[in-house]
């Protein structure tokens, strides 16, 4: 039987109450839901603006070792610091208030705003000490951006302007107002002029004359520039302060006079490297004969010339040169089409030894790309044999090469009594490059390279060296060729340590 009317309709009234209390609890459940994230979420930005200000920037600095330039940060509008100028006004006002946040950077601006970015980023740092590294396009803009550092430069310490990207136009380094740069330690400047504006190098070192005069922390002096002829005039920088100097790199066009100015005014100085060491006709051609340049600190120098270098030599006593790096240059790649030895000095082998002598000094690592004979090249090794690490001895053009007496001289010699005579116990590398004689007989190469190898049945052991042999194909041929690749086969597979490469091109 049908159910009454009445009851049915008061099940259906309860069953829909039922579902109206079901969706009511839903609905507060959801309300306090929501009201407890909102409240879970101020409470995060609570604790956010509660952390101290000592913890916020200890913070931040961490942030900044994210950059992929560090200690350097690039100014990217996504990364740190900019990035924190966002999340919150007290992050915002603990990151504008803390100068060193703001005190690396480096850019390569490409429009005004990235130059406006520049000079809000730079200002934020206050006198923070400036860490910076300006790369220039080839563009107005890129004077634009230097002007924005050099406003800054009371307060450099560490600054690299990279100008390689204008091959035409001068840096403008100089203004009307131009404050000291008393904290300045390091300073780079890259430069890559064309061909046709190659002077361009003796107006800039006219205006870094001015630039770095009161530079009195400068530790570090790095010019890197490109010349392609030895043409008139050299640069010359008798306005920088370098009594501080450690670390000198110059690859401008530079004369032997000039080279011996600055050295006096370096008495400090640990490393020098000069790459474009040439004549100016219009100063003294030779170094005064009563002038001694005594440099107690030097333990690494590099010269790349074409000049006389006998008083030069003369002249010179670095008592802890360990490095030593001496190559006579030509052109900028040293292979110009028709190019010769006819306008190279002789090799002062006097002047040299006496150099070598009265420094007293231990050379480890010694590198020779000169026109030396041979018998002046042994006598030179044999002075350094006991200390010598690193040999590296080249030539070009159609200077002389070398053969059994070099090669006899790096040999390990054993007396019928088995002791075996190492002239050079620490030597780990040898590099010849381009500097043995044609047609060479394998066995010269093959008992030096043998006599300095170690082999498991050795009763005394030690590292293998990294020998390195580069040179024309006419140095081994035929049979001689086959027995040398085979040997060395055995060497490197049976030796524990080592290398050796024989390229012949």
């Not at 069953?15 to 839903?26: K, S």
């Not at 950059?67 to 509008?77: G, K, Q």
């Not at 003369?314 to 030895?341: K, V």
């Not at 090469?401 to 009594?417: D, K, Q, V, W």
């Amino acid at each position: 039987m049908a159910p009454h009317p009445a009851i049915s309709g008061s099940k259906i009234v309860k069953t829909q109450a039922a579902g109206l209390d079901t969706r009511r609890v839903e609905t507060n459940c959801a309300r306090r839901d929501s009201h407890g994230s909102a409240a879970g979420s101020a409470n995060s930005i609570q604790h956010i603006e509660k952390l101290p200000v000592e913890t916020l920037t200890n913070v931040f600095a961490m942030c900044l070792e994210n950059s992929p330039v560090f200690p350097l940060v690039a100014m990217d509008r996504m990364a740190a610091p900019l990035v924190l100028l966002h999340v919150c006004k007290h992050w915002k006002d603990t990151a504008l208030s803390t100068p060193t946040l703001w005190a690396s950077l480096s850019v390569m601006p490409e429009d005004v705003q990235d130059t406006r970015l520049m000079a809000t980023w730079l200002k934020r740092s206050a006198r923070a000490p400036l860490r910076l590294n300006f790369e220039a396009i080839d563009s107005k803009i890129a004077d634009v951006g230097l002007d924005v550092v050099l406003r800054h430069r009371s307060h450099w310490q560490h600054v690299t302007i990279d100008w390689s990207g204008r091959m035409e136009l001068a840096p403008m380094l100089s203004s009307f107002n131009m404050p000291p740069t008393l904290r300045l330690e390091t300073f780079k400047l890259i430069t890559n002029f064309d061909i046709y504006y190659e002077n361009e190098d003796v107006g800039v070192a006219a205006q870094l004359g001015i630039l770095l005069k009161s530079s009195r922390s400068l530790r570090s002096f790095h010019w890197e520039t490109q010349r392609q002829i030895y043409t008139d005039p050299s640069i010359s920088l008798p306005g920088v302060a370098f009594n501080q100097l450690r670390r000198l790199h110059l690859g401008g066009l530079i004369s032997l006079y000039d080279c011996m100015d600055i050295l006096k005014r370096s008495p400090l100085l640990e490393e020098c490297t000069l790459t474009f060491v040439g004549i100016n006709f219009s100063q003294p051609s030779q170094v005064p004969d009563d002038i001694a340049v005594v440099m107690p600190a030097l333990t690494s120098f590099t010269l790349k010339t074409h000049a006389d270098t006998c008083q030069f030599f003369s002249a010179l006593r670095l008592p802890c040169l360990t490095r030593l790096s001496i190559e006579y240059r030509d052109f900028d790649d040293d292979t110009p089409e028709g190019s010769n030895d006819n306008g190279f000095p002789d090799w002062p082998r006097t002047e040299f030894m006496v150099f070598l002598t009265q420094s007293a000094c231990s050379i480890s690592d010694l590198s020779l790309t000169v026109p030396i004979t041979e018998a002046d090249l042994v006598d030179c090794l044999k002075h350094v044999a006991p200390t010598l690490e690193t040999l590296q001895i080249g030539a070009k053009f159609d200077w002389e090469r070398f053969g059994r007496p070099t090669l006899a001289l790096l040999t390990n010699r054993i007396s019928p009594e088995g002791q075996v005579y190492r002239l050079f116990p620490r030597l780990k590398t040898i590099k010849l490059h381009d500097c043995l004689v044609g047609a060479l007989a394998h066995d010269a190469l093959v008992d030096m390279l043998e006599s300095r190898w170690c082999f498991p049945e050795d009763e005394i052991q030690f590292v293998n060296p990294v020998i390195t042999v580069y040179d024309s194909p006419s140095l081994l041929t035929g049979e001689d060729l086959i027995i040398v690749r085979r040997k060395v086969d055995v060497m490197e597979t049976r030796g524990e340590s080592g290398e050796i490469n024989i390229i012949l091109l």
